[in-house]
């Protein structure tokens, strides 16, 4: 008995001791040096080229639409982002001194970007998409630190975030990067092409297409198993970027560049919600930049395989868009006809992007019907989607009842999918994000 704890008890030291240099090891490894803060740096010390390379990059990088909280003042920060172990709220990037980077050297900057540590030496939360600015080359992060150096100061201090215990400890930061993240450069393919690679470099670094469009595990992190697959992120679904996709008609090239520079395609509908911020963000970047994210994309979602699909898939549409369910004395069908017939019906047999036809346009194949309840919900703004052209916010005039009518006519006349369980308890729900946001 008495050699039975000895052993037990030798046992356990061991235990006790190999978890204390664990904890060592990990200290080790997570603890970051401060670096030390510098004199703002005047705004003349930076090249004109570099700074407006820059401002290019930050506008395809979406920099304004994180950093910007509503009515508040350019990159100071304060927007509140919800993530499921709380809110954060985005930080402040002008070169003030005291609030802001204006003390950060371009070296602190660099390991921000590149490994998600802040100048002081503390981990960044993952909200703040290191694990896709870690590919960005060394020249555009210094062009970037450029622009930023040189726009006003604003003075706004930090907003508490509400993240609880023990997530809000950033040292535990640490291991979550041990697990879920890889730093190091873009490094290209070499059996594509030179603009597939450009492509790829602003998809998966600058842009961070798949902060968005990829799922994440229960720890914050994109499943890289399932890269573009498409998740819901306040109550809108960014939708898959594969051949997952449900579109009647395969994302092209052409499709995507289109939409990505005017807001808008002909053969799925028009940018609304968190995506009218990406086609604004990408006006910044040269038309060859966009054109190249359209490439890598079309390839990504196997665009050429399905080309022969396209005529089929408009045909179709053109038909459907006025078919009507039983006679003209149908309830579902003169509702329709009354609230959206006069803006999406096209005569012809070419679908038109100022008129979006709805049997080609994306929301409606969702499995998930979040995206078309809060664009009849809340409209386009002139602002949103194609210039220009707007779509009234029927949130007002139409019931819960009228618009799960009308998603549920769409759905049974558009498309040859099953229909969407429980319309109003979703549209309810959405209402009440879409009161409490605005």
Known sequence: MFEKFKRFKKLLIAVVALGCLGLVGFGALAWKPAIARVVPPAAASFAPELVAKGEALAGGGYCAECHTTKGGQRFAGGYAIATPFGVLYSTNITPDPETGIGTWSEAAFRRAMHEGVSRDGSHLFPVFTYDHFTKLSDQDVAALYAFFMTRTPVHAPAWQNGIPFPFNIRYLQAGWKLLFFRPGRFEPDATKSPEWNRGAYLALGLSHCG?????????????????????????????????????????????????????????????????????????????????????????????????????????LAMSSASAKEGTQFDPDTRLYTAACASCHYNAGTTPLAARPDLALNSAVHLPDPSNLIQVILRGISAEEGMPGVVMPAFGGALSDADIARIAAYLRRTRTSFPPWPDLATKIAAIRRQTSATN
Request: charged share 15%.
């Open 211 to 315: 902060a968005c469009h990829t799922p994440r595990n229960l720890l914050g992190a994109e499943k890289a198993g399932n890269a573009y697959g498409g998740a819901v992120i306040d109550n809108w679904v960014a939708p898959p970027l594969t051949a997952a996709n449900p579109a009647p008609a395969p994302w092209t090239r052409d499709e995507l560049h289109d939409y990505l520079r005017t807001g808008a395609s002909k053969l799925h509908g028009s940018a609304a919600g968190p995506m009218s911020p990406v086609i604004q963000g990408l006006a910044a970047l040269p038309h060859s930049d966009v054109r190249a994210i359209a490439t890598y994309f079309a390839d990504v979602d196997r665009a050429a395989d399905r080309l022969s699909s396209v005529s089929g898939a408009v045909t």
